[in-house]
Antibody, heavy 123, light 108 residues
């Protein structure tokens, strides 16, 4: 069974750096075609893609946020970590990680999602 | 950057067919994926690569993609289908995932 779970602080102060961890099981990120992506959703608003790391550890970032984002993986611990610098109240959102199971078969469709973790940015 | 346009809301009578569109420049040349998100829950993939249903998704959900419009069709709409729906593509030019703005489906 494939599962993903996000973890991180519920509250961060403006200007701080946010570090979120996606811990997954049931698959290996080293498998060809596999990817893990981060997505966020501000309250009452649409999904916004943030970053993606693939089986080759190639990394892709949202153009609008790339200067603030870093995605990395610890394959031995089955984790993908996202850091976002210089947090602002507008970054208040639920942050999801999701798996892309095999881009050759399913394109970049995200077939399994974590439950999400809510992050509030406030002083 | 690439943009996807969805109607803010779509209404459908119980048992009828709902169609949710996703517009983008030459979107027919891209793989489109669709997600259903119910309040307080994570999104669920309901269609991948334009027309394919993941296991466990009812046959009532179908997709198409041509020209500048992709469409998610929900046949025999049920009250339980009420949700927000998002389309998504991979834009190879900018190497980014792009989501549409989402459509709220209401079943009357």
């Amino acid at each position: 069974q494939v599962t993903l779970r996000e973890s991180g602080p519920a509250l961060v102060k403006p200007t701080q750096t946010l570090t979120l961890t996606c811990t997954f099981s049931g698959f290996s990120l080293s498998t060809s075609g596999m990817c893990v992506s981060w997505i966020r959703q501000p309250p009452g608003k649409a999904l916004e893609w943030l970053a993606l790391i693939d089986w080759d550890e190639d990394k892709y970032y949202s153009t609008s946020l790339k200067t603030r984002l870093t995605i990395s993986t610890d394959t031995s611990r089955n984790q993908v970590v996202l850091t976002m610098t210089n947090m602002d109240p507008v970054d208040t959102a639920t942050y999801f990680c999701a798996r892309i199971g095999d881009i050759a078969v399913a394109g970049y469709g995200m077939d399994v999602w974590g439950q999400g973790t809510t992050v509030t940015v406030s002083s | 950057s690439y943009e996807l346009t969805q109607p803010l809301s779509v209404s459908v009578a119980l048992g009828q067919t709902a169609r949710i569109t996703c517009g983008g420049n030459n979107i027919g040349s891209k793989n489109v994926h669709w997600y259903q998100q119910k309040p307080g829950q994570a999104p669920v993939l309901v269609i991948y690569k334009d027309i394919n249903r993941p296991s466990g998704i009812p046959e009532r959900f179908s997709g198409s993609n041509s020209g500048n419009t992709a469409t998610l069709t929900i046949s025999r709409a049920q009250a339980g289908d009420e949700a927000d729906f998002y389309c998504q593509v991979w834009d190879s030019f900018s190497a980014e995932v792009v989501f549409g703005g989402g459509t709220k489906l209401t079943v009357l």
